[in-house]
């Protein structure tokens, strides 16, 4: 799973709410062309924007009556996941190949993003011996 993620804090780049028009339609094209390329190597498993932390709500539970539901946004949240790709690779190698063409797409200016993208493997199962 390749997860985007964005902080104001290490963003290199002024927030998407200030892009020119021309910048928004190359950056989406881009994440357009990045899936269709997955797809057609049949790496792609899913990818999807999420949309912006304010329409997040934070959900606890312990297991007894009405769960808790915490609304946003907050003012001390710094990070927050932009969205995700799952794809099916070979090798952790290409995982981090299409990680990092990822990172480059095109911001303002057509200058790319540097946008970290968190690598992580999903889990099938506990181990047998468990």
Known sequence: MLLMQFSEQTADFPGIGTWTAEELKAHIAFMTDTNGKLA????LV????L???ETARIVRSH???VPVV??????ETKEFLAGYWIVDCDKPERAVE???????????GGTP???PIEVRQVMSAPPGEM
Do not use: C
């Open 51 to 53: 949309a912006m932390p």
């Open 113 to 115: 993003l540097n946008m």
């Open 40 to 43: 057609e190597a049949g790496e």
């Open 98 to 108: 299409i990680a990092a063409a990822i990172s480059a797409a095109p911001g303002p």
């Open 63 to 65: 297991g007894r009556g």
């Open 46 to 49: 899913d990818a999807q924007g």
């Open 70 to 75: 915490t609304e946003g946004p907050y003012p």
